[in-house]
């Protein structure tokens, strides 16, 4: 049997210079596609992070949007097509460009967070009891009614949501308003590290300023947070007390917007003067237009008919955050202003 032999080629001098070129673009192109995917990270960041960039900008022309608990509109069909606070309605919002979405958190038997607005599930669900008394696996059993439920309300095949399972959904897609989780702040905090998504969540609380800063003043990392305040009926409810029930909480807290409730036009927490103080201040104003308690009349309803009346009056007073049960039909009424990307 013959032993093949190989004969080193020679390569004469003049030759190196082009064997030299085409190793060397061999090398630099994989490196090229890596640095052009690194950059491209940077200059395409995720639609969270622009939604947290304009929050960040108190004065803010952009109007952001809230779907009230994670509903995206009732006119326009979702409330008979999902469940509220469901996954599915949520990740309806988030397709529709919706900017942040409202649930609420509650804690089961056995420590676990979950998605419903009552503290118990008989209006959501085809079951019954507290949910402070059942367990995750008990929950995930039944089964939620359709829109915002009650007895006439058809029994879908949705479960109830964990938030671990909601912030795993939108990361990375929109921001998250965690109602009633006040007093669930470490748990909360622990999931939103867990997923990462920490920069996606905002806290809100109606406790007074010294309560809040022991809640959310010295957290590390930081946490979104927005006070709720309250229209106060009596003879203090002048210019000046609108502003003194706001300022104790821009101390520490620094809080990202506040959420305001009033029952009458000239009340002193909306007044003029008074947005103008919470955006120097560094904050965004929120307004809520579900029902008429909560934005003066200026709702969801009357805007279906009167958007000017209704919505308009809300931008006109200075809102740069509305939470509504129309999320899709004002995002519409807003770009149709030019007040939404």
């Known amino acids: 049997m013959n032993k093949m032999t190989a004969t080193p080629s020679k390569i004469s001098p003049r030759n190196h210079a082009p064997l030299r070129r085409r190793i060397r673009g061999l090398v630099l192109v994989p ?25 960040r900008q108190p004065a803010g022309t952009q ?16 409330w008979e097509k999902y469940p509220e606070n469901s996954l599915a309605a949520i990740a309806d919002s988030v397709a529709k460009g919706i900017d942040i979405v409202e649930v609420d958190v509650r804690k089961t038997r056995d420590g676990q967070l979950v998605l419903c607005h009552d503290a118990t599930v008989d209006r959501t669900t085809d079951g019954t009891g507290a ?39 939108v990361r990375g897609k929109c921001l998250v308003n965690l109602d009633k989780a006040w007093i669930l702040v470490p748990e909360c905090r622990a999931i939103l590290q867990k997923t990462g998504t920490t920069r996606q969540a905002i806290f809100k609380s109606s406790y007074n300023a ?18 709720i305040i309250f229209q106060k009926k009596g003879p203090e409810n002048n210019l000046e007390s609108g502003w003194a029930k706001i300022e104790p909480y821009t101390r520490r807290l620094r809080p990202c917007a506040f959420e305001l409730v009033f029952t009458d036009d000239d ?53 740069n955050i509305i939470q509504s049960d129309e999320a899709q039909r004002l995002l519409e009424y807003l770009r149709a202003r030019r007040l939404h990307w």
């Open 63 to 78: 109007v952001l949007v809230a779907a009230h608990r994670g509903l995206s509109g009732r006119s326009t069909g979702a």
């Open 131 to 169: 949910i402070s008394d059942l367990t995750l696996a008990e929950i995930k059993r039944l089964r939620l009614r359709l829109g915002v439920g009650g007895t006439n309300a058809p029994v879908t095949n949705h479960q109830m949501p964990t938030l671990e399972e909601v912030m795993r959904l």
């Open 267 to 319: 009340a002193p927490i909306v007044a003029p003067e008074t947005i103008a103080r919470i955006k120097q201040a560094g904050a965004r104003v929120w307004i809520n237009t579900l029902w008429d308690s909560l934005a003066a009349g200026h709702t969801d309803a009357k805007s279906l008919t009167d958007p000017e009346a209704g919505w308009g009056w809300v931008v006109a007073r200075g809102a």
């Open 31 to 55: 490196l090229a596609l890596g640095l052009a995917a690194c950059v491209s990270t940077k200059v395409a960041p995720s639609k969270a992070s622009r939604i947290c960039a304009e929050l």
């Open 210 to 227: 010294a309560r809040c800063e022991v809640d959310f003043a010295d957290l590390d990392p930081p946490v979104l947070f927005m006070p």
